[in-house]
């Protein structure tokens, strides 16, 4: 009887400390990118929820501007939207959905430390092809294109 009581006991422990680890996840509070509303995603490309990649473009005066490779990564952190190459493909990955809806794409220049807006410079913004008038109508979307078009104030035509 006693062989029968840790044959099933162990085994519903093990299960019932996975489960309620997993569920003790979302309770802890995540590390934020200083200055920034974004986490730092707490095992890296584990246990994640949602990962999608906007495509960024950028130029300026009508020559590409690269984006670095590794924003948003550091050896303590790697940030829920951050680039591994200099490709513009962005990473936005999430433990939750509610994560996720609480990111927007203005918060990928806070992680780079880049200001959106350029002092003497006009912004053009494209997503999906289309001209948006404020920042907050890009939406993070799988495979997303967005363009970023800076003009000197002073070639503006």
């Not at 995540?30 to 730092?40: E, K």
């Not at 790697?78 to 190459?85: L, Q």
């Not at 493909?89 to 806070?110: C, G, N, P």
């Not at 913004?125 to 001209?131: K, M, Q």
């Amino acid at each position: 009887m006693k062989n029968i009581a840790l044959f099933i006991g162990i085994p519903l422990l093990v299960v019932g400390l996975l489960a309620w680890g997993r569920a003790s996840k979302g309770n802890a509070p995540l590390a934020m990118v200083p200055g920034t509303n974004v986490a730092c995603l707490p095992n890296g490309h584990q246990q994640l929820d949602l990962h999608i990649h906007p495509l960024l473009s950028i130029s300026v005066d009508g020559e590409e501007e690269a984006i670095p490779a590794n924003i948003g990564i550091t050896s303590t952190c790697m940030a829920e939207i951050h680039t591994h190459d200099a490709s513009g493909q962005l990473h936005v990955e999430t433990t939750s959905q509610e994560r996720f809806e609480q990111i927007a794409f203005k918060d990928f220049f806070d992680v780079w430390e880049m200001p959106l807006e350029r002092e003497g410079y006009s912004l053009q913004i494209r997503y999906e092809g289309n001209i948006v008038d404020d920042v907050s109508e890009v939406l993070l979307t799988d495979l997303a294109h967005i363009e970023l078009m800076y003009t000197s104030q002073g070639n503006a035509s």
